[in-house]
């Protein structure tokens, strides 16, 4: 067993870094009407305001955005020989205007939308790929097995115990005469675990363990979150650093958090086993939730800048291998469109 993954496990959630370079980008750009402006600036205050967590992940979107700039004023002397100059903007937070080109030749200007959508690519960019490069180092150090994205890698243990880990997931294991453990340190993982009454088998996580001697059963980590869904068998659930526990029974899953362990609730084994089998299962799935398993399949991000679209559902199977192909049928299907910035960026909106 490896050491600790250390703070990495504490960088801020992608979904808020996404968030705060989308209001970074829309605080930018000016708008000619007042209310509209108004209403603008109290939606980015009430979403400063809900969690302490926006205004870190604020600072560190203006702090890359000013990496980006400095070689924007590099440039300036080279470009003001040829009659143009490129004039930066500054922090969201003061008036400003956006990143243009003065002088000629002089392009025609972007629509606001798809001005809005170049800024927060850059920083997405810079910001998602600065955390992953970060928490891979991190827990590259602390994992005993891994897969990459898009991977599906079989691990078999030293007692016969095998485990599945789906894509982008590691996991560090300790095992001892009176007891094995393994930390599910990123990602998704499902267990076929050998019996042995005499050394339990615990499944570790920041928000609680998984007790068992044999049986089948998947844990994933969330955002703040672990589920576990039990196929066979059965396990005691705990939250960090209590004695209480609550007992699954097959075809049974529940969630632990720092609210506590949901109730018991039976799931779809089908769709939740899909992974298993190469496949993601949506029925009537907010596209929000669709996107968000997506992204866990292809490198780069899948981004939906307009909130109303969060809400629309999907329904449909996909491969694993081909996660784009899910972003084909949801342009026919929805009224969204895609917009491929690169490979390793796509918008919806």
Not at 61 to 75: D, I, N, Q, S
Not at 87 to 95: D, E, G, I, L, Y
Not at 316 to 321: A, I, L, P, R
Request: with cysteine; charged share 25%.
């Amino acid at each position: 067993m490896k050491g600790p993954a250390g703070d990495a496990m504490e960088e801020l959630p992608d979904s808020i870094l996404e968030a705060a370079a989308i209001w970074y980008a829309r605080m930018r750009e000016p708008e000619a009407d007042v209310g509209r402006a108004a209403e603008r600036r109290r939606d980015f205050e009430a979403w400063l305001a809900a969690d302490p967590r926006h205004e870190r992940a604020l600072e560190e979107t203006e702090r890359l955005w000013g990496a980006l700039e400095r070689p924007v004023a590099w440039a300036l002397a080279a470009e003001a020989r040829s009659g143009s100059r490129l004039q930066p903007a500054a922090s969201p937070m003061v008036k400003s205007g956006p990143l243009r080109w003065r002088g000629a030749p002089r392009r025609a200007a972007w629509p606001l939308p798809m001005r809005v959508a170049a800024v927060a690519a850059c920083l997405l960019l810079l910001v998602v790929a600065g955390g992953v490069w970060k928490d891979d180092i991190a827990i590259g150090l602390a994992s005993d097995h891994a897969s990459a994205v898009g991977e599906r890698t079989p691990v078999t243990l030293a007692d016969g115990s095998r485990i599945l880990l789906n894509t982008r997931s590691a996991v560090a294991v300790d095992f001892g005469p009176a007891a094995r453990h393994v930390r599910l340190l990123r990602g998704e993982a499902w267990f076929e675990v050998s019996s042995d009454a005499a050394r339990p088998f615990t499944v570790e996580t920041p928000q609680g363990s998984v007790r068992v001697t044999g049986t089948s059963f998947g844990v994933r980590r969330d955002e703040g979150a672990t589920r576990v869904n039990l196929v066979e068998g059965g396990v005691a659930l705990s939250l960090p650093g209590s004695l209480e526990t609550l007992g699954l029974v097959p075809g049974q899953q529940a969630q632990l958090s720092a609210e506590g362990i949901s109730d018991p609730a039976p799931f779809d084994r089908t769709a939740a086993t899909a992974w298993l089998r190469g496949q993601l299962v949506f029925y009537d799935t907010p596209l929000a939730e669709v996107v968000a398993a997506l992204n866990r399949y292809r490198p780069g991000r899948i981004v939906i800048l307009d909130e109303e679209l969060h809400r629309l559902k999907v329904s449909g199977v996909f491969t694993t291998d081909d996660p784009d192909a899910a972003l084909t049928v949801i342009a026919d299907t929805l009224p969204v469109s895609v917009t491929r910035l690169t490979r390793y960026l796509v918008l919806l909106r």
